[in-house]
């Protein structure tokens, strides 16, 4: 087993530096504390890894990949609506 809940796990997080951590927050619930938000996972399932360091870089990547996609998102639309913009300033 890993480290006890609320240990701070410093894994390398790509280009934020975050730490990202288990914390208890008095459910039977998994939470994890990642660039200043709680994201809740199932406890089954953070027992399915071989520890929670793995548990953690899993997460790790699944959050940095989510917030990668939801930047581009903004800045796709944000150019969009500066062309449609510039369109209807002709």
């Given at each position: 087993?890993?480290a006890?809940?609320?240990?701070?796990?410093?894994?390398?997080?790509?280009?934020?530096?975050?730490?990202?951590?288990?914390?208890?927050?008095?459910?039977?619930?998994?939470?994890?504390?990642?660039?200043?938000?709680?994201?809740?996972?199932?406890?089954?399932?953070?027992?399915?890894?071989?520890?929670?360091?793995?548990?953690?870089?899993?997460?790790?990547?699944?959050?940095?990949?989510?917030?990668l996609?939801?930047?581009?998102l903004?800045?796709?639309?944000?150019?969009m609506?500066?062309?449609?913009?510039?369109?209807?300033?002709?």
């Open positions: 087993m890993g006890p809940i609320g240990a701070p796990y410093l894994l390398k997080a790509r280009k934020t530096m975050e730490a990202i951590r288990i914390i208890d927050d008095g459910t039977l619930d998994t939470v994890v504390l990642f660039m200043g938000m709680e994201h809740r996972y199932d406890s089954e399932f953070r027992f399915s890894f071989d520890s929670d360091e793995e548990f953690l870089e899993f997460v790790e990547l699944e959050l940095s990949a989510e917030f996609r939801h930047r581009k903004r800045q796709d639309m944000d150019a609506f500066a062309a449609a913009n510039e369109e209807l300033s002709l």
